[in-house]
C-alpha cells in the first residue's frame, strides 16, 4: 500500500510559481507510474503530467505544457511539480496518484491510478 501526502499549494500571483511536493510511503513508490491531476471548481478531474518510474519519461497537458514541470527523487519518496507562469485558469485542487496495479497504458487517464493523495489547493490571484 502507499500513501500520499501533497504539500505546497496556496495562493499564488498570474506569472509567478509554485512548488508541490507528494511525499509517499511504502517501497512501491520507485517501481510507480505517478502522475499529477487537478480539479477545478465545479469541473472534474483533469489530467496535468504523468512521469515513469525512473523519471526518463515525461509527459504533459497541452494547458501546462512549458510552464509545469514534472520530477520524482525516489531516494526521498518524493514527486514534484514546478509550475512556472501560472495562470487564473491553473487554479484547483491538485493531486498525486500513484499507478503500481494499474494498465501499463493509459497513463492520463484517472482511472487507471491505483493511489491518491487528499489534494492540495492552488488558488492562482489575476
Known amino acids: 500500500q502507499v500513501q500520499l501526502v501533497e504539500s505546497g499549494g496556496g495562493l499564488g500571483e498570474a506569472g509567478g510559481s509554485l512548488r508541490l511536493s507528494c511525499a509517499a510511503s511504502?517501497?512501491?513508490?520507485?517501481?510507480?507510474?505517478m502522475g499529477w491531476f487537478r480539479q477545478a471548481p465545479g469541473k472534474g478531474r483533469e489530467f496535468v503530467s504523468h512521469?515513469?518510474?525512473?523519471?526518463?519519461?515525461?509527459f504533459y497537458a497541452d494547458s501546462v505544457k512549458g510552464r509545469f514541470t514534472i520530477s520524482r527523487d525516489n531516494a526521498k519518496n518524493t514527486l514534484y511539480l514546478q509550475m512556472n507562469s501560472l495562470k487564473p485558469e491553473d487554479t484547483a485542487v491538485y493531486y498525486c496518484?500513484?499507478?503500481?496495479?494499474?494498465?501499463?497504458?493509459?497513463?492520463?487517464?484517472?482511472?487507471?491510478?491505483?493511489?491518491w493523495g487528499q489534494g492540495t489547493q492552488v488558488t492562482v490571484s489575476s
Open positions: 511504502g517501497r512501491a513508490f520507485s517501481g510507480a507510474t
Open positions: 496518484a500513484a499507478k503500481i496495479f494499474g494498465p501499463a497504458s493509459g497513463d492520463d487517464d484517472a482511472k487507471t491510478y491505483d493511489y
Open positions: 512521469i515513469n518510474w525512473n523519471g526518463i519519461r515525461t
